[in-house]
């Protein structure tokens, strides 16, 4: 870890009774640091308050967040940060009664090089068996409830491949183990929508912005069959093009025109 701290004091220290550590009750945002600047700054800090507002937390100071965000991560070239925002301190049980204030946690770590080799080379999914929950209540944004998650990477671990496609238990596509997904077919451009399960990602919401022409479905696993080209993405790694899903090849050029696009849009 290169930088952490709690409401703006450096510590890498909490209270064991924190409700993001009894409950997971809280939320974070991830970005990239690139030379000392944040991507996408204002854009992560309005999700951040957005989900908040979704789990009733308030009394946050948002300005002198924003404020220690900037500063800290002009000592950084290449970097990833993480803001968690906890419901605070309180005692055993799941009311907030008595809670304190929210904790805010800021933390800067490296940048995992191997995503600068997978935006070149592209990278090779599989499937995952762990399925999502249904949850309109939670759905999109980042809370700090991330077992399901912690599980499918359990799976990833033991597998062949650098990413899973994950689909919900009722077997329509969501996400990846860790980022959103594009697939092109037919020079159709689709993308899951996330109404009851998945994280809304920051890039994910740009790119459909950008492109007016992307289909938002709720498909199950079998859409993904005969498809031309695929393209992950998140705030930290980028686009990255898919070059095999599950066994079968895809087009890297396909996949580069579309990213090449976003990149002229932007």
């Known amino acids: 870890m290169l930088y952490c701290s709690l409401n703006g004091i450096r510590t890498e220290d909490i209270s064991i009774t924190d409700r993001g550590l009894a409950y997971g009750d809280g939320v974070f945002t991830t970005a990239k ?5 944040i991507l996408l700054l204002m854009e992560h800090i309005e999700r951040l308050k957005e989900s908040c507002a979704r789990i009733a937390l308030s009394d946050i100071d948002w300005h002198a ?17 993480k803001v968690m925002i906890t419901a605070g301190t309180g ?13 805010v946690i800021v933390m800067v770590h490296e940048f995992p090089k191997h995503y600068i ?25 980042k809370h ?24 919900d238990v009722q077997n329509n596509i969501v996400e990846t183990s860790c980022a959103n997904v594009f697939w092109i077919k037919n020079n159709d451009v689709f993308t899951p929508e996330l109404g009851s399960s998945g994280v809304s990602g920051l890039l994910r919401n740009q790119t459909i ?6 289909k938002l479905i709720k ?23 898919v070059k095999n ?22």
């Open 33 to 37: 640091i690139v030379d000392g600047t």
């Open 65 to 81: 967040l924003k404020a220690e965000l900037v500063k800290q991560s002009t000592a950084f070239p290449l970097a990833v940060l």
């Open 91 to 103: 005692g055993r049980g799941y009311s907030r009664i008595g809670v304190s204030k929210p904790n």
């Open 117 to 141: 080799d997978w935006q070149q080379a592209g990278v090779s999914i599989g499937i995952a068996k762990t399925r999502l929950g249904i949850n309109p209540n939670l759905a999109g944004i």
């Open 144 to 167: 700090l409830n991330r077992l399901e998650q912690v599980l499918i990477r359990k799976e990833l671990d033991e597998s062949q491949w650098q990413d899973l496609i994950v689909t």
């Open 209 to 214: 912005r950008q492109l007016s022409e992307i």
């Open 219 to 241: 498909e199950p696993l079998d859409s993904l069959v005969d498809i031309d080209a695929m393209i992950i993405c998140n705030s930290v790694m980028g686009y990255v093009p």
């Open 245 to 266: 899903f599950n066994g079968h090849t895809l087009s890297l050029s396909v996949a580069s025109r579309f990213i090449g696009k976003l990149v002229c849009n932007s």
